[in-house]
């Protein structure tokens, strides 16, 4: 597991950063995010996690520190399609788990995703609320918290 973080988000991309921008267009089009927004994003309260093997990334995940208490809102979790259901966003969830263990997670995730759904209510999310409209194309958010003290989920 790596942890890369955004400051070093230049013109010149290393090769795990120009695949983390490719997997963010080919795995979330319609939410993908330009250089410019990558390079913009970065301060001290951002963190992103990957999971690379054999130079590849194939999953990522950012978190953005929204609350000191602390509370991350989850921006982004991504898996390469021919790696999803190996477990890896199961991996990267449990890694921030393990450096934040009491902290929140916030996250906003399409009505219609019913897979990243079925992973985050695996992971005891709740559903606190629904954002209207919330994308481009009219479809609303499922808004999700999860618990301060995480136990054994
Ligand atoms: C949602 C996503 C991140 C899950 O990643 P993953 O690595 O495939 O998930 P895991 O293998 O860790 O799955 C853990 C559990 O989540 C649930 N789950 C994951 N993918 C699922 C699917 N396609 N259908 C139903 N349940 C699913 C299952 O309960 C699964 O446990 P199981 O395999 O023992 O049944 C991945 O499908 C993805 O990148 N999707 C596109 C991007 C996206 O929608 N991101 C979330 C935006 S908010």
Same mark, same amino acid.
């Given at each position: 597991?790596?942890?890369?973080?955004?400051?070093?988000?230049?013109?010149?991309?290393?090769?795990?950063?120009?695949?983390?921008?490719?997997?963010?267009?080919?795995?979330?089009?319609?939410?993908?995010?330009?250089?410019?927004?990558?390079?913009?994003?970065?301060?001290?309260?951002?963190?992103?996690?990957?999971?690379?093997?054999?130079?590849?990334?194939? $999953?990522?995940?950012?978190?953005?520190?929204?609350?000191?208490?602390?509370?991350?809102?989850?921006?982004?979790?991504?898996? $390469?399609?021919?790696?999803?259901?190996?477990?890896? $966003?199961?991996?990267?969830?449990?890694?921030?788990?393990?450096?934040?263990?009491?902290?929140?997670?916030?996250?906003?995730?399409?009505?219609?995703?019913?897979?990243?759904?079925?992973?985050?209510?695996?992971?005891?999310?709740?559903?606190?609320?629904? $954002?209207?409209?919330?994308?481009?194309?009219?479809?609303?958010?499922?808004?999700?918290?999860?618990?301060?003290?995480?136990?054994?989920?």
């Amino acid at each position: 597991m790596h942890e890369e973080f955004l400051n070093s988000f230049h013109d010149d991309l290393t090769p795990w950063q120009s695949q983390i921008l490719q997997l963010d267009a080919m795995i979330l089009p319609d939410e993908k995010w330009t250089l410019e927004s990558w390079q913009n994003v970065w301060n001290r309260n951002y963190q992103l996690h990957l999971f690379v093997q054999k130079d590849e990334v194939q $999953a990522f995940a950012l978190y953005q520190l929204i609350e000191f208490n602390p509370t991350w809102h989850l921006c982004k979790l991504v898996v $390469a399609k021919n790696h999803q259901r190996q477990g890896l $966003a199961g991996k990267l969830w449990d890694y921030q788990r393990k450096i934040s263990p009491d902290s929140e997670i916030f996250l906003e995730v399409r009505v219609s995703n019913l897979n990243a759904i079925n992973f985050y209510l695996k992971k005891s999310m709740t559903v606190v609320g629904l $954002a209207r409209g919330q994308y481009s194309n009219g479809e609303s958010a499922l808004r999700m918290i999860g618990p301060r003290y995480w136990g054994q989920n």
